[in-house]
């Protein structure tokens, strides 16, 4: 078998482990959404990440409220612009309506309210709020 | 069939999730496009100039990262009304300095920065397969320690825009760009008594819109496509082109679907994190714009037909992919960022972190090089 041969064998592998990853992700992901509601139509998934959900993950842990807590997200940004609750109830998962578009964030909705995650925000949004009263928005 | 593969995963995108989940996947394939034909690379870049002194690359990332805050800057002072954009601000602290100081070192063993990694990937490089694969194992690795890391002392978030509104900060960070341009200039007029021109094409014997799509691109449309994209990343996605968080993300995911439990460690117990994790890997911005950036780099190699090229991997090779991998993952990990997230989105932000992941990365990577050389990779340098 050429190198060239091989190569190309190696990647298509490579290719179809990746695609079964995220299928088995994504269809994981699915069975644990709630089932439509009958006679309308499936709703879209929400997704996204909150501002810079990149630096979330990039900048976020430490950045703000959430570093000592174990890394919230953008909560170092969001304490540098002045943010409302809005957008962190539609950007963290939480249904409350507001929408992604509307609020300018990603969302990282299921399509229903999740009352255990948002108790657990009302605490954050709260912190969040003052870091934004604190810090130095723009 | 790669561009078939692009739009099927393109629409099935637009109808599961949103069309602006669809738009980011685009927007990774055409950054594919664009690293792969202006093989525009930061890692082979910086090796050149630190082993030959020959600054065409360097200059290039120079100017990207003007033309990039010349970009976002304005939108990020809030010019604009009505656009909802998030600055890409760290806290400068010791756990960039000593993040991206390993990433430097990571990005000349492994062969690739973070966008590189991924692009060469896309171009069917099996060695970078090596790399990226210990570079997820990296960063996973990375996201359970990382409380311990950011624990350390830290000046906080440093902002140029902040600080001096967008205007003076543009300036000062203009002419910042502008001394190290000529730094490197210099640098390469010193030892060689002449500079390589940058806007050279690459061939010339193809018509522009044939040289368009089959590439070779020259350096200056590298730089002027992945500043535009971008900035679309920046107003679609609401923050700047970040590269590495997927890869601790699709790493824990696996650690978990194996009866891991990285949704105890701290990092993924909270905040995006932990929603990242527990959605789907579709839904995360990052993943897409990955995932799209390594299909563009394959249907750019598959037009230029260079696509899995016939690389021999000799065990050197696999040995350094395997230890410059896992140094990639766990310095991106601690730096809040790849040479994308943290320097192109640190600096194209405004943010200080950008500028110390810069120096320490390039003393990282002179380190690099010369492991480089005792690991029998490179020649030793004339």
Same mark, same amino acid.
């Given at each position: 078998?050429?190198?060239?041969?091989?190569?190309?064998?190696?990647?298509?592998?490579?290719?179809?482990?990746?695609?079964?990853?995220?299928?088995?992700?994504?269809?994981?992901?699915?069975?644990?959404?709630?089932?439509?509601?009958?006679?309308?139509?499936?709703?879209?998934?929400?997704?996204?990440?909150?501002?810079?959900?990149?630096?979330?993950?990039?900048?976020?842990?430490?950045?703000?409220?959430?570093?000592?807590?174990?890394?919230?997200?953008?909560?170092?940004?969001?304490?540098?612009?002045?943010?409302?609750?809005?957008?962190?109830?539609?950007?963290?998962?939480?249904?409350?309506?507001?929408?992604?578009?509307?609020?300018?964030?990603?969302?990282?909705?299921?399509?229903?309210?999740?009352?255990?995650?948002?108790?657990?925000?009302?605490?954050?949004?709260?912190?969040?709020?003052?870091?934004?009263?604190?810090?130095?928005?723009? | 069939?790669?561009?078939?593969?692009?739009?099927?995963?393109?629409?099935?995108?637009?109808?599961?999730?949103?069309?602006?989940?669809?738009?980011?996947?685009?927007?990774?394939?055409?950054?594919?496009?664009?690293?792969?034909?202006?093989?525009?690379?930061?890692?082979?870049?910086?090796?050149?100039?630190?082993?030959?002194?020959?600054?065409?690359?360097?200059?290039?990332?120079?100017?990207?990262?003007?033309?990039?805050?010349?970009?976002?800057?304005?939108?990020?002072?809030?010019?604009?009304?009505?656009?909802?954009?998030?600055?890409?601000?760290?806290?400068?602290?010791?756990?960039?300095?000593?993040?991206?100081?390993?990433?430097?070192?990571?990005?000349?063993?492994?062969?690739?920065?973070?966008?590189?990694?991924?692009?060469?990937?896309?171009?069917?490089?099996?060695?970078?397969?090596?790399?990226?694969?210990?570079?997820?194992?990296?960063?996973?690795?990375?996201?359970?320690?990382?409380?311990?890391?950011?624990?350390?002392?830290?000046?906080?978030?440093?902002?140029?825009?902040?600080?001096?509104?967008?205007?003076?900060?543009? #300036?000062?960070? +203009?002419?910042? &760009?502008? @001394?190290?341009? !000529?730094?490197?200039? *210099?640098? =390469?007029?010193?030892?060689?008594?002449?500079?390589?021109?940058?806007?050279?094409?690459?061939?010339?014997?193809?018509?522009?819109?044939?040289?368009?799509?089959?590439?070779?691109?020259?350096?200056?449309?590298?730089?002027?496509?992945?500043?535009?994209?971008?900035?679309?990343?920046?107003?679609?996605?609401?923050?700047?082109?970040?590269?590495?968080?997927?890869?601790?993300?699709?790493?824990?995911?696996?650690?978990?679907?194996?009866?891991?439990?990285?949704?105890?460690?701290?990092?993924?117990?909270?905040?995006?994190?932990?929603?990242?994790?527990?959605?789907?890997?579709?839904?995360?911005?990052?993943?897409?714009?990955?995932?799209? #950036?390594?299909? +563009?780099?394959? &249907?750019? @190699?598959?037009? !230029?037909?260079?696509? *899995?090229? =016939?690389?021999?991997?000799?065990?050197?090779?696999?040995?350094?992919?395997?230890?410059?991998?896992?140094?990639?993952?766990?310095?991106?990990?601690?730096?809040?960022?790849?040479?994308?997230?943290?320097?192109?989105?640190?600096?194209?932000?405004?943010?200080?972190?950008?500028?110390?992941?810069?120096?320490?990365?390039?003393?990282?990577?002179?380190?690099?090089?010369?492991?480089?050389?005792?690991?029998?990779?490179?020649?030793?340098?004339?």
């Amino acid at each position: 078998m050429s190198v060239k041969r091989r190569n190309r064998g190696i990647m298509a592998a490579a290719i179809v482990l990746g695609a079964i990853f995220v299928a088995l992700d994504h269809s994981r992901f699915r069975r644990s959404l709630p089932a439509p509601v009958a006679g309308e139509a499936e709703p879209q998934i929400e997704a996204g990440g909150y501002g810079s959900a990149a630096d979330d993950a990039d900048t976020s842990v430490a950045t703000g409220a959430g570093a000592e807590t174990g890394g919230y997200g953008a909560a170092g940004d969001d304490a540098d612009t002045p943010v409302g609750p809005g957008p962190e109830t539609g950007g963290y998962g939480v249904a409350t309506g507001a929408s992604p578009d509307e609020t300018g964030q990603g969302a990282a909705a299921t399509t229903t309210p999740d009352e255990d995650v948002r108790g657990d925000m009302e605490e954050y949004y709260k912190r969040l709020q003052l870091d934004a009263e604190t810090d130095d928005p723009r | 069939m790669t561009l078939l593969a692009l739009l099927a995963v393109s629409l099935f995108l637009q109808d599961e999730f949103q069309t602006r989940q669809s738009l980011l996947f685009l927007i990774g394939a055409g950054l594919g496009v664009t690293l792969l034909h202006a093989t525009f690379g930061f890692a082979g870049g910086w090796r050149r100039l630190i082993r030959e002194r020959r600054s065409t690359s360097a200059r290039a990332q120079i100017l990207l990262l003007g033309l990039t805050s010349m970009l976002f800057f304005p939108v990020l002072g809030q010019l604009f009304s009505g656009i909802n954009a998030q600055a890409a601000v760290a806290p400068v602290g010791l756990s960039v300095l000593i993040g991206a100081f390993i990433f430097g070192i990571g990005m000349q063993l492994g062969g690739g920065c973070g966008s590189g990694t991924l692009f060469t990937v896309g171009g069917g490089h099996v060695a970078m397969l090596v790399t990226l694969l210990f570079f997820v194992i990296g960063a996973t690795v990375a996201s359970a320690h990382l409380h311990w890391w950011l624990a350390l002392p830290s000046f906080g978030k440093l902002s140029l825009i902040s600080a001096l509104g967008w205007g003076p900060a543009l #300036l000062a960070q +203009g002419l910042c &760009l502008i @001394a190290l341009y !000529a730094v490197v200039l *210099a640098v =390469e007029r010193q030892r060689h008594g002449n500079v390589e021109p940058l806007f050279a094409a690459k061939t010339a014997d193809n018509g522009f819109t044939d040289r368009l799509i089959l590439g070779p691109w020259p350096l200056l449309w590298g730089v002027i496509g992945l500043a535009v994209f971008n900035l679309l990343t920046l107003l679609i996605a609401g923050h700047p082109w970040s590269i590495t968080f997927a890869f601790g993300l699709w790493g824990a995911k696996i650690w978990s679907a194996i009866g891991g439990d990285a949704a105890s460690w701290p990092y993924w117990s909270s905040g995006y994190p932990a929603v990242a994790l527990s959605r789907s890997v579709l839904a995360d911005n990052i993943s897409i714009m990955d995932f799209g #950036l390594i299909l +563009g780099a394959a &249907l750019a @190699a598959a037009l !230029a037909g260079k696509f *899995a090229p =016939e690389d021999r991997i000799k065990r050197e090779r696999l040995v350094a992919s395997i230890i410059g991998g896992l140094l990639l993952g766990y310095g991106a990990r601690l730096a809040f960022g790849c040479n994308i997230g943290a320097l192109l989105a640190g600096i194209g932000s405004g943010s200080m972190h950008g500028w110390l992941w810069l120096l320490a990365g390039f003393i990282g990577s002179v380190v690099g090089v010369r492991l480089r050389v005792r690991m029998h990779l490179d020649p030793p340098p004339r």
